[in-house]
């Protein structure tokens, strides 16, 4: 064989490997879609997404309760993840000196590395008795700890490493020579960070937030260790809730022989599967606007 | 004989254990044109980098002598460095414009230092725009972003913008060194121009640019003070055999 005929087959046989995976998100959404059919013909699809009935016994599947249980936990732990994440990034990057840089950031990437399932245990041993012994009676309420706050508050923790480092890596994408302009004219440090880090990285920043989001609202382990499971729509942080991917993994394999539940099941997964991409999509789509603007 | 501007004395620099500058001391003169020569690595861009401070920006130095600029030494931990770099202007090698627009880039040092009148701003930007020969490329589209000029074109704004703030020293660091060679003239001609109002400070390892520009030459080598004086003085009558083996060449 020529090298010349050699370096085609090789290209081809490094071609196999790079579409297969991304042919496996295709097959995904496939199979997810072709098992919930069964579930989708029996109500229109916004029955199903509106209802906030989940009676499987009675044929009810209603996903409201669920749907919102994944909102209210997500946000609440974004809400208390995005201030830390940047706020520590921008000091990571900007002002601290190598040396505490280079002791910090091991440490953020290790938790980052962490299983969530000591997350969830950490949440029940900390947070929860936290929880249900101080703030909850603190603010006049009862609560068992097992709740949406518990959830966010561990969710926090876990999409906040990613947070900082994704957008550490961003701030640094600023030239040197940037800062130093502003620098060189007296700025404060402060003010070159507000006038030129992040003017210029704002687009990055926004993208690595709603990165931060669809990956928080995947998070099952921890978040279903913590959260309460209760197939109910929430009215408040204290309430229990029952995020999506807690309902598949707790419900997958029990209870298969009520009809329907199985495709109700890789409904919910279809519908996280569908707003973790939009996500993904909307992170991409954001970055674009905000680079043509630029 | 000529009024001294920057006044280094004795000046040692260490960066991570490593002495990079070597017990230097020179006095620059006010209002001249001071080329800072001499082989890659010697310490040049150091040396200017540590007249405002931005040496110390990434790593801690360790730094021993003064550098004295208005009767202040300006290697004392304590002194503002805001008012130090507003002083001390500084144009880098390539041009940096902030993310902003034309007029915002020219007047973002007004605005930190505190002024925000409207006609302040307009008047001191046209100045500035017209001592870079600016003003009648670009009066017509001051709200287009600065990146949209070309690189000699943002060369001229960063130098607009570090006169703003009316600062008595400006930097150069290979000022020129990426822009075509017309631009590059263009850039010269300004600093000739300007050194009447501004004691200016030019790093270069072009020496067909030190001998056109400079007044005065400072030439290290290997962190070391090797020689400095007048530039027709240096040029033409080294008196040090490195100054002698550098000027012909032997070394680049």
Redesign the interface.
């Known amino acids: 064989m020529t090298r010349y005929s050699r370096d085609r087959v090789i290209s081809s046989v490094l071609f196999v490997p790079a579409v297969f995976s991304s042919i496996l998100l295709f097959v995904m959404v496939i199979v997810l879609f072709w098992k919930s059919e069964a579930i989708l013909s029996t109500k229109p699809l916004v029955d199903l997404l509106l209802s906030s009935s989940w009676r499987p016994v009675a044929g009810n599947f209603g996903y409201l309760p669920f749907i919102m249980g994944t909102i209210w936990v997500t946000a609440l732990a974004m809400i208390l993840a995005i201030p830390i994440s940047l706020l520590s990034a921008i000091y990571l990057s900007e002002y601290a000196?190598?040396r505490i840089r280079d002791t910090i950031q091991p440490v953020i990437d290790l938790l980052s590395g962490i299983p969530s399932v000591i997350f969830g245990l950490f949440g029940i041993l900390l947070i929860i008795p936290l929880i249900k012994n101080s703030v909850a009676p603190l603010l006049g309420i009862n609560s068992s700890g097992y709740c949406i706050l518990a959830g966010g508050l561990v969710l926090a923790i876990m999409v906040f490493p990613i947070l900082i480092s994704l957008s550490f890596e961003v701030f640094q994408t600023v030239?040197?020579?940037?800062r130093?302009?502003?620098?060189?004219?007296?700025?404060?440090n402060w003010?070159a960070v507000k006038?030129?880090v992040l003017?210029?990285t704002y687009p990055g920043v926004i993208a690595v937030i709603i990165l931060g989001f669809s990956r928080a609202f995947g998070e099952t382990m921890a978040v279903l260790m913590v959260v309460g499971n209760v197939a109910r729509v929430p009215s408040s942080v204290f309430d229990p809730a029952y995020p999506l991917p807690a309902l598949i993994a707790n419900n997958y394999g029990e209870m298969m022989s009520i009809p329907l539940y199985d495709s109700a099941l890789m409904f919910a997964a279809l519908l996280l599967l569908a707003i973790v991409v939009i996500f993904n999509l909307m992170a991409q789509y954001v970055l674009m606007i905000l680079r043509k603007v630029? | 004989m000529n009024e001294t501007e920057i006044s280094i004395k004795n000046f040692s620099l260490y960066i991570e254990n490593r002495q990079i500058l070597k017990n230097i001391s020179v006095d620059i003169p006010k209002n001249q044109i001071t080329a800072i020569i001499g082989p890659s690595g010697c310490g040049k861009t150091t040396l200017l980098r540590s007249i405002?401070r931005?040496v110390d920006?990434?790593?801690?130095v360790l730094a021993e002598g003064e550098i004295i600029i208005n009767g202040k030494n300006v290697l004392d931990p304590d002194i503002n460095?805001?008012?130090?770099?507003?002083n001390v202007?500084?144009i880098?090698?390539?041009p940096?414009?902030?993310?902003?627009s034309i007029y915002d880039n020219v007047v973002?040092?007004l605005r930190?230092?505190g002024i925000h009148e409207r006609s302040a701003l307009d008047t001191r930007a046209e100045q500035c725009l017209q001592s870079v020969g600016l003003w009648s490329e670009v009066h017509d589209r001051l709200k287009d972003?600065a990146?949209q000029l070309s690189l000699g074109q943002q060369q001229r704004l960063?130098l607009a913008?570090?006169l703003a703030?009316e600062p008595e020293i400006l930097l150069c660091d290979e000022t020129t060194s990426a822009l075509d060679p017309i631009s590059a003239r263009h850039i010269e001609n300004e600093l000739i121009c300007l050194k009447n109002d501004y004691t200016i400070v030019f790093v270069t390892h072009i020496l067909r640019q030190a001998k056109r520009l400079a007044d005065y030459v400072v030439f290290l080598y290997l962190g070391e003070l090797v020689e400095h004086g007048p530039a027709h003085e240096v040029f033409t009558n080294p008196q040090d055999p490195r100054t002698k083996a550098y000027l012909e060449g032997v070394f680049g």
Request: glycine share 8%; proline share 13%.
């Open positions: 000196p190598p030239p040197r020579e940037m130093e302009a502003a620098l060189g004219l007296g700025a404060t003010e006038h030129v003017k210029k630029e | 405002n931005m920006l990434y790593t801690p460095l805001s008012l130090l770099r507003k202007g500084m880098a090698q390539a940096n414009p902030l993310p902003l973002y040092g930190i230092h972003p990146s960063c913008r570090a703030v």
